[in-house]
Nanobody, 122 residues
């Protein structure tokens, strides 16, 4: 089992920045790919970004590419999502997830955190 806990969400004005953290415990975290997903009210959960177990491979949704950066520190069992130039449409609950592969499909991830709310005001 891998336990994931997100933090760093909050309220920010459009154009601002936030850094989300996903802290892991349990099984060897460095063996897993980790992704961030988000879900806005009334919408399906959507892929945001993912990183391979070593951090060498990353992939982003088109809507966040160039604004968000995913990174990981396996020594600290933590994955980060740096979010810059935030827009009101980025408002959602953000979840981190761990799984065996670097993919964009939520069902492929075995472990999920509880989520952290990000609200971007216009």
């Amino acid at each position: 089992q891998v336990q994931l806990v997100e933090s760093g969400g909050g309220l920010v004005q459009a154009g601002g920045s936030l850094r989300l953290s996903c802290a892991a415990s349990g099984r060897t975290f460095s063996n897993y790919a980790v992704a961030w997903f988000r879900q806005a009210p009334g919408k399906e959960r959507e892929f945001v970004a993912t990183t391979s177990w070593g951090g060498g491979n990353t992939y982003y949704a088109g809507s966040v590419k160039g604004r968000f950066t995913i990174s990981r520190d396996n020594a600290k069992n933590t994955v980060y999502l740096q979010m810059n130039s935030l827009k009101p449409e980025d408002t959602a609950v953000y979840y981190c997830a761990a799984g065996p592969q670097i993919v964009v499909v939520p069902a492929a991830y075995d472990y999920w955190g509880q989520g952290t709310q990000v609200t971007v005001s216009s």
